[in-house]
Nanobody
Framework: QVQLVESGGGLVQAGGSLRLSCTAS????????VGWFRQAPGKEREFVAA????????YYQRSVKGRFTIYRDYGEKTVYLQMNSLSPEDTAVYYC???????????????????WGQGTQVTVSS
């Protein structure tokens, strides 16, 4: 079992920044990495960014590239999502997720992830 705990959400004005954290515990040694997803009201959950544990390789959704940065602290088993230049379109519940270590990495596909955090609300006011 793996547990994921997110933190760092909140209310921010457009143009502002927030940093989300996701800390993993339990049987984390086999997972390949962590992804962030978000779900806005009335919309499907969508991929935001992911990072590979082993070498820090990163993957981004096109709309956040250049504004968001994902990075990991391997020793602390924590993944961060630094979000800059936020806009109201970024308002959503943000979830982190990790895989079971089964291989066949599909960073952009939420079906590949197995363990999910409880989510943290990000609200960007205009």
């Amino acid at each position: 079992q793996v547990q994921l705990v997110e933190s760092g959400g909140g209310l921010v004005q457009a143009g502002g920044s927030l940093r989300l954290s996701c800390t993993a515990s339990g049987r984390t040694f086999s997972s390949y990495g962590v992804g962030w997803f978000r779900q806005a009201p009335g919309k499907e959950r969508e991929f935001v960014a992911a990072v590979r544990w082993s070498d820090g390789s990163t993957y981004y959704q096109r709309s956040v590239k250049g504004r968001f940065t994902i990075y990991r602290d391997y020793g602390e088993k924590t993944v961060y999502l630094q979000m800059n230049s936020l806009s109201p379109e970024d308002t959503a519940v943000y979830y982190c997720a990790t895989d079971q270590g089964m291989g066949g990495t599909r960073w952009y596909d939420q079906e590949w992830y197995y363990y999910w955090g409880q989510g943290t609300q990000v609200t960007v006011s205009s």
